[in-house]
């Protein structure tokens, strides 16, 4: 299941949550209860060194 990153219209809480990409949920803030919330981009980062990264994909 993909994370999300949502961001509250009432309080500005900014939370995330485990959601399945294909079902639509209405997301309620878990600080003030509000379902009043737009999701945010997503980002992410990787651990390790980026010189060893482009051994990864060699298949071999």
Same mark, same amino acid.
């Given at each position: 299941?993909?994370?999300?990153?949502? #961001?509250?219209?009432?309080?500005?809480?900014?939370?995330? #949550?485990?959601?399945?990409?294909?079902?639509?949920?209405?997301?309620?803030?878990? !600080?003030? +209860? $509000?379902?009043?919330?737009?999701?945010?981009? $997503? #980002?992410? !980062? $990787?651990?390790?060194?980026?010189? !060893?990264?482009? +051994?990864?994909?060699?298949? +071999?």
């Amino acid at each position: 299941m993909p994370l999300f990153e949502y #961001t509250c219209m009432a309080c500005g809480c900014r939370f995330e #949550t485990l959601q399945k990409a294909d079902v639509a949920y209405q997301t309620e803030c878990p !600080s003030c +209860g $509000s379902v009043e919330v737009n999701r945010e981009l $997503s #980002t992410f !980062s $990787s651990v390790g060194n980026p010189a !060893s990264a482009a +051994g990864c994909f060699s298949g +071999g």
